[in-house]
């Protein structure tokens, strides 16, 4: 039995290490793309994030259906995750696979031989529903991680792929997650559910989403992490759990977007005692240079008010402290 003692979890948004910032660690250390980032990730009892590549040597672009950009990571760049001592990532994405089955087959074993959990992808569809577990302060914790990207790379009964799930609370593979989320509630102290999924671009969190957030929090979820959509979306709480809907670019070279600005992001670390929500703190941050960076002063304030005011608009009151350069969200005391 799980003591549920107080835990601490960092999550961050899309992490693309292909391109020009697989460029860039051929020649900077390790732990260059974290900025100086590394102590909040440091100071916390468990870590993940988005993996929005593929990592591996091997592979050529994938070529079945029209595809615009295509991200790999050297091998060695696995120890970039290490270097934030993350522990879990979701695979379950539309970058996964970029490369061919045997770059995300190469992916898999790196993650698996340097420690790092992984959830959302794998060689058969039990493997890209199997959460990825951790046992962490006397607590199991569940990661499942899913997307509704890129339909042609579901995963199958003897076909690798991703755990696809489009969002429709009454479509097959919709209830599969959901009897995925309750049994591993059943087996841990806390679930958390990575949803790759929506357009890019918007503040808003597309309708269907909140129902279907609701429901995964209803069938055991405790944290649900959406990324996906370039920009960072409203978090709301839902039945004391909170949801965010979408987390965020947080490292990557991509161009930015002058008025979605998709170089803003969070560090969103999360507080749970004795298995309920105490606390949400969100440190601004800015993609420079390939790497992310904490926002500080005016543009820090700034992001910040970006997201209250999302928050507001779900119901979520989120107040910034000027000295910690964080944003602070506490749940009501019911």
Excluded at 44 to 65: H, K, M, Q, V, Y
Excluded at 128 to 152: M, R, Y
């Amino acid at each position: 039995m799980d003591t549920l003692e107080a835990i601490r979890l960092a999550f961050v948004g899309d992490v693309m290490l292909g391109r020009m910032v697989n460029d860039a660690l051929r020649e900077a250390r390790l732990d260059y793309p974290w900025g100086d980032t590394l102590p909040i990730f440091r100071q916390s009892d468990w870590r993940a994030c988005n993996l929005e590549c593929a990592i591996s040597d091997r592979g050529t672009p994938w070529n079945r259906t029209e595809k615009t950009f295509f991200f790999r990571s050297d091998a060695k760049n696995v120890g970039v995750l290490h270097t934030a001592g993350i522990d879990a990532v979701s695979v379950a994405n539309n970058h996964i696979l970029d490369f061919g089955y045997d770059a995300m087959a190469d992916t898999l074993s790196i993650l698996d031989a340097a420690g790092i959990g992984h959830a959302g992808a794998g060689p058969d569809l039990d493997a890209a529903i199997k959460p990825a577990q951790s046992k962490v302060k006397g607590v199991t914790l569940a990661l499942i991680a899913f997307t509704d990207n890129q339909p042609e790379w579901e995963a199958e009964p003897g076909v690798a792929g991703i755990f696809y799930v489009p969002i429709d609370p009454d479509d097959d593979r919709a209830r599969l997650l959901f009897d995925a989320v309750r049994k591993a509630k059943g087996r841990s102290g806390l679930v958390i559910v990575s949803a790759h999924w929506g357009p890019n671009w918007g503040y808003e969190p597309p309708a269907e989403h909140a129902r279907f957030a609701h429901l995964l929090v209803e069938c055991g979820a405790d944290v649900v992490f959406g990324h996906s959509g370039h920009v960072f979306r409203g978090i709301e709480l839902y039945q004391g759990r909170p949801i965010v809907y979408c987390a965020g670019n947080f490292i990557d070279d991509y161009a930015v977007d002058e008025t979605e600005r998709n170089d803003e992001s969070f560090v969103f670390v999360v507080f749970f005692e004795g298995g309920r929500l105490a606390a949400l703190d969100l440190f601004p941050t800015v993609i420079e240079d390939y790497q992310a960076r904490r926002a500080r002063g005016r543009r820090a304030a700034e992001i910040a008010a970006k997201m209250a005011s999302l928050c507001g608009k779900l119901g979520t009151a989120a107040a910034w402290n000027d000295n910690e350069l964080v944003l602070k969200v506490r749940p009501t005391k019911s």
